[in-house]
């Protein structure tokens, strides 16, 4: 009743590869710094995957094309370090067991491709603004909590208290159950708004645990635009406060 | 543990066919045209589809007979340009898996009777009243875009943002995926009521992309009443606007 | 994934016979007559049916045993006529798909038994107290409805407006695509309460379809308790409006 | 579509061994049973069995590693009676048809590992505090219930009225249809906060029923300390309520 089908755009095989997912979440910071990842390492798409476990669905191009609502997987040989590929798309399996069918699926896929270890980027909602977001690890071993550490991600007693829920979580759960070790960064982040200043320092301690050097100043640019609104947001909320005269006093 | 039972009512086999589905959805917009055009062309019924995606569910006729809930097949052999295969029917799948494996069944059984185009009817709701409503379009080729273009079919950037939902966007997608190519189309809707006005212009859309020459008269009529009750219901709120007294302007 | 058990209480055969289902829905009618009918006529159980589509629920009885929640089916050898089989239990199939489940593999196992005819009984909620309720009717054949007519059943246009929703309505929809016919009777009643009345009129057009003679008396009795207390409810009501006196004319 | 995998972290044989389920439920009065016995017998543990019914969820230990959700078995083998398995975990199935799945499969496990009966353990929620909670039964034969009186546990008529809903009830359930029989107790609870209270009567019948010895000395502490938080708080209640003047009385 179920199905999910898997198209080759461009066979492709790595060498102990590190698969980077950045699917849809809190702040929608791993798919961010993912997608800017893909960019301006200019990676390359190899597969789409379509699934009964996505919405019934087509999205519309500027063309006016539809195309079936999917995941799609980017790859990226790197002579610097190891190989990466790159897990993003619109959207995350809609149910739980939706959830678990297609990230068991994914793993033998990229195993098959080549993936030796996972990463999973996502978002750290605290609901409240954060002007100075940290980079929170998890992992499903202890050499990948000290390699974590190295690249400025830190481990929190108890943090996230709730687990990690979702294709971040489960990557990393049924990974380590097949024997592909890996980790989550999370970047701290409102979850009020998609956030790139969030995005940009996952990307800082990416890079450091990648090898490679790439340029996150547009993402840093938006993240200051996003400051600027939030800014002039609660300019706008105090003045209010303050000429709203207080209707108790009043008669 | 779901079934789907195909019962033939008649045996056919069609060539270089177009399916034009018209399940219900936004204004019934698509049903109301499907329905139109199998009622002028006489097409006659060749297959109902039972499925554990339908609700558990059976209506009852006029006489008192009751009847499983189903979608429909309708056939119309053209002379004058392509055979023409009618999809139909009181409900959707109900949900997501549901609805991908009904369709994915589906395009299995059309292509079998010989269908090679799949064209999708629908309403596109804008959530206010519509005097004069488009038709608005998107394919999965270029050719089809061109193609609809030409019949009057408008492609604006952007729209629908949300894509398209259900049977007339994953009969497009899953197509797509199996090499059938394709193309909906959207009439302008409230989306509050039953709108046989834009089913009117879209089917004076298909008219041209079909060639066939029907009479819509009737729906032409039945918009006029559904016009002429909405300017009543409009005049008895503008009276009563006019009646209230604005209350910011008492004492 | 899901799991239906069949455990035979008592091995059976029956010819031609009926089956009579009566399980839990509107006002509880259907279900109220077919235990009636079963005590009345000291019909044997000789199935029980367990599902992953009922409820995770064990009940406990009297003397403290539990019992997974089942359907059951019972027999009674008609010696004045067709051999009757009654469906009865606490639940239906919980959800859409596990309703379609349940009743296919049900209609399947009463085939085997030897059942030929489906009557399906239940409620029909008018969400208003009904003094004089009438037994509708609905079946999938012109020859059963002339039947029904013949034992009181009437038949009215375009009522119940939406059908016949679950097990009173699959097992006649799919039984006819199997190719065994039947009908369903339903009891008028308000829908808030357990209507004894609604049963005792439906087992009356029972009796002339069945050809067996039951005592409905106990029946008729708890609907006069139910009708009292009812009463007793509306003077109450009618009181207190008398008696209290209208806060807006205080003071 | 669905999975469910058992990692052996010990290869183990009993016989004729007694299942323990302490899986979360009202009061978690049969997991802290249940936890307290592994930690005061030092149970070992056998296996993890995961199974997309859980949520699709990890969570993380002090030392920053990821663990996927799972449900556990620990064994004890007991020189002075029969040897013990318990099954504990942070989740139940997620949905119903998910719980008979799980249980079934668990079932079948524990009966290869050589359990013989089963003893769910679990609260009874009453809405309102209980100063003196008493463990109820019920079970799948009179042998057990005679069993369980002498336990101190008591049965009482239409108690629970709903039945046991989820594993404790399952286990029992679909335990009976294969022959392995058993009961269950539950210690009355509010159902409003965790209650070791309730817990350490359980663990008092448990004890006579099982043949073991153990400390609940600590579980009665936290007992004391719940009970000092409630009593607490229930003195806020009253004295806001002296405080409050009655509203009816002024003017």
């Known amino acids: 009743m179920t199905f999910t089908e898997i198209v080759w755009t461009k066979e492709v095989k790595l060498k102990d ?31 789409e995957i379509y699934s009964s476990h996505f919405p019934p669905q087509v999205l519309i191009d500027d063309d006016g ?18 190989d990466l590929l790159f897990l993003v798309g619109e959207y995350q399996g809609m149910d739980s067991s939706g959830q ?22 996502g978002g750290y909602g605290l609901g409240k603004l954060v002007p100075e977001p940290r980079v929170l690890g998890a992992a499903t071993s202890k050499e990948i909590v000290k390699l974590f550490k190295k690249a400025n991600v830190e481990f929190i007693d108890g943090e996230p208290g709730a687990g990690i829920v979702g294709a971040s979580g489960l990557l990393l759960g049924l990974g380590k159950l097949q024997g592909i070790h890996g980790g989550c960064l999370m970047g701290e982040t409102s979850g009020y708004m998609v956030d790139p200043k969030s995005a940009s320092i996952v990307l800082k301690s990416l890079q450091k645990l990648l090898g490679v050097k790439i340029d996150i100043k547009e993402l840093e640019e938006r993240a200051k635009q996003v400051d600027s609104i939030t800014n002039q947001l609660k300019d706008i909320d105090t003045n209010e406060s303050i000429d709203k005269p207080d209707v108790n006093y009043i008669g």
């Open 65 to 82: 094309i539809v195309n079936l609502v999917n995941n799609e997987l980017y790859f990226y040989k790197n002579k610097e370090g190891r």
């Open 100 to 121: 678990y069918d297609l990230c068991q699926k994914l793993i033998e896929i990229v195993k098959d491709i080549g993936v030796t270890t996972i990463y999973t980027l």
């Open 17 to 47: 590869a590190i698969l980077l997912e950045g699917l849809p979440g809190v702040g929608n910071v791993g798919k961010l710094a993912a997608m800017h990842l893909i960019d301006e390492l200019k990676a390359k798409k190899c597969m």
